[in-house]
C-alpha cells in the first residue's frame, strides 16, 4: 500500500476486520473487502449511519472526537428539552421507552434515548472513541485523470470508484498520536451546531478586546458544568446577545440565578415567532405537514399542474400563516414588547427557526428579571456595550454570544483540498450545495449526512442514511453531474423563495414530504405512506410512516 506523502510520518492502517457480531435486524448482507466505510461523527447522524451501513453489510469505522455517543446532547446547558414532541424524534425502529411519559423530554433522557439505541443495534463496536479527524484528503487513481472533466459523481456514477480513496488523518485525543487510514467512502456526520461558534465581527478596538468584562459563545457556556455556570453569572450583569433557542434558554437561566437583583439583558436584532410548549401540535402538523399544505407552496422541478396549484392555493396559505400568528399573538405578549416579526409564521417553518421558549419566560419579562432590547447594530466599549442610537453604554460584566454556529466552515474545514473546501461552501449567495441534501456532486466517494435543516432533525437524518445505505449497495445510480447541479439549484430558488434571510440554514422542513417523495422513489420505494386517499391527503406526515421502508415498488 503506498504511503502519501502528506503522510509520510505516518502509518496506513486498514480499518478493524472486526467480524460483524449478529444484529437484531435480519437484513445483513455481506460487502466486498475493499468496500471500506469511514464515519466521521457518532452523533445522531453518525450512530445513523453505522446502524444502516452494518445492516447492509459494511463494518464502518466511525471516528469519534468524545468519548462517548450523542453528539450535541452531550453537552447542553441544564434547562435544555427536545423541541419536538418526541414521537416525531424517534428512530422509525426503536421506540422511546414506556419510562419517558413527557411529552418533551430533557436532555438526559435524549441523550440515554440514543444511547440505548446505540447500544440495541449494536454500533458501539464500530466506534473509536477519542479519535478527531484532523482533515480527509482524496488521492486520485492516476494523475492524468482530471476530475473536471467527469460527466458522472465519482467518475463511474457509483459511489464506490476505482478513481481514487480517501485518506484520514485520524488524531487520537490523549496522546495526539496521529494516524492515517484509508477508505473508498466517507460520511461527514460532524454536525453543524458546535465547535465553529458564529461571532460578530467587529471593527478594529470596537470589539471584545477593549472590554474590560467576560465574552463567551453559548457553546462555552454549555462546556460549563452546572453548577459552575450558576457561579460564573451569580451577582453579575449579563448580557445575552440572540432571540433563538440559545438566547432565549441562557437568559431564562440567568435570570432565574440572578432575579430582579441582576436582571439579563437579552439584545436582538430580528423579532421572530416565539412559541409556547403549549400549543395545538397536532393542528399545526395539520396545518404545514400534510401533502395538501405543501400544495400550496411551488416546489423545486414541480410541473405545470403543480406551480398553478402553488399560484392559486398560496393566498390559503397566507390565511393559514395568519391564523397561527394572530393565535401566536393571544398567547403571546409580542405586541406589548414591541416584537411582533416582520416575516409570516410560514416563513420561520420554511426558515426552521421554530423555536419554543423557555418557561414562564414573557413572567420573567414581566417582573423585570429579563430586559429586551431591540437593535440594529452594536459595539464593546470599556464598560459594557454600546447600542447603535443609544447615548449610555448598557453596562454589563459578561457578553453571552447566543449568537449560532458556522457549520459550513466546520465542513470546509476538514477538506485539505482548497478546491473542495471551495466547492463544499458554495458561494455567500448560494446554500451548501448537496444533492438531496447529502452529496456535493463534484466531491466523490463522500456524502454528508445532519448539515441540511428539518423540522425534526433525527428523522430527516434516518431517511438520508436509509438512501445512502441504498445508493452504496446499488439499489439506484445518481444522474450526472449536471442533473445533480440542476436539481441543486432548484432547491436553492425554492430556499431563496421561502427563506430569503436564512436559505444557507438548508431548510427542507416545509417540504419534508416532496423531499422525502425523492428518496422514496431513488430506493423504488412507494413514497405513499398514508391509508386511502383522503389520509394520503391531509393527514401529517411524519417519521414513523416510513417506518419499514421496503425497495420494491408497492410496498
Ligand atoms: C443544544 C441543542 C439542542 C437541539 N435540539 C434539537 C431538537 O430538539 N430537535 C431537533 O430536531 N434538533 C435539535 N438540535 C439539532 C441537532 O443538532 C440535531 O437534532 C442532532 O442531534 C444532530 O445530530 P448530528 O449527529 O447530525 O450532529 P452532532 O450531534 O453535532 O454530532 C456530531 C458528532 O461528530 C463529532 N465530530 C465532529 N467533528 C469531528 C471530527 N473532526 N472528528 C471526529 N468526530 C467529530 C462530534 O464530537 C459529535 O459527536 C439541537 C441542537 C443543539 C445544539
Ligand atoms: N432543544 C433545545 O432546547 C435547543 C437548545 C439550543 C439550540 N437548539 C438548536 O440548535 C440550533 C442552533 O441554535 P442557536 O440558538 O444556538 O443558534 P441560531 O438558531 O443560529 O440563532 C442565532 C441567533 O443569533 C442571532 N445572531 C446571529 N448573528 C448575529 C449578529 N451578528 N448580531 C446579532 N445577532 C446575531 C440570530 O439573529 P437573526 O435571527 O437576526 O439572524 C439568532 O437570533 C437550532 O437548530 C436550535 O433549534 C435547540
Known sequence: MTILDPYKNHS?????LSEVSSLPNSCVGVAPMEERVAIIGAGISGLLACKYMSQKGYRPIVFESKSGVGGVWTNTIE??????LKRSYQFSDFPWPSSVTEEFPDHNQVLDYIDSYARHFNVLQYIRFNSRVVSIDYEKASDGDEMDSWSLWSGTGDAFSPKGKWNILVEDTHCKLTEVYQVEFVILCIGRFSDVPNIPEFPLNN?????????IHSMEYSAMDDDIVAEFVKGKRVTVVGLQKSALDIAAECSKANGLEQPCTLIYRTEHWLL???????ALAYLYFSRFSELTIHKPGEGLLLSLLASLLSPLRRVISKSVESYIRWKLPLKKYKMIPKHSFSQEISSCTITIIPDNFFGKVEE???ILKKM???????KGLMIDGEVEPLKTDIVIFGTGYKGDEKLKNIFTSLTFQKYIMGSSNTTVPLYRECIHPRIPQLAVIGYSESLSNLYSSEMRCLWLSHLLDGTFKLPSITEMENDVRNWRNHMKQYSPQYYRRSCVGALHIWYNDQLCKDMKCNPKR?????????KPYGSLDYSNLSPKFGI
Do not use: M, R
Not at 530 to 538: N, Q, S, V
Open 276 to 282: 409556547p410548549d403549549k400549543f395545538p401540535w397536532v
Open 79 to 84: 434547562t435544555t428539552k427536545l423541541q419536538n
Open 530 to 538: 398514508k391509508k386511502g386517499y383522503f389520509a394520503e391527503l391531509f
Open 207 to 215: 470589539g471584545p478586546e477593549i472590554f474590560h468584562g467576560k465574552v
Open 368 to 370: 423585570g428579571s429579563i
Open 12 to 16: 496506513i492502517l486498514e480499518p478493524p
Open 376 to 382: 440594529k447594530n452594536f459595539s464593546f466599549c470599556k
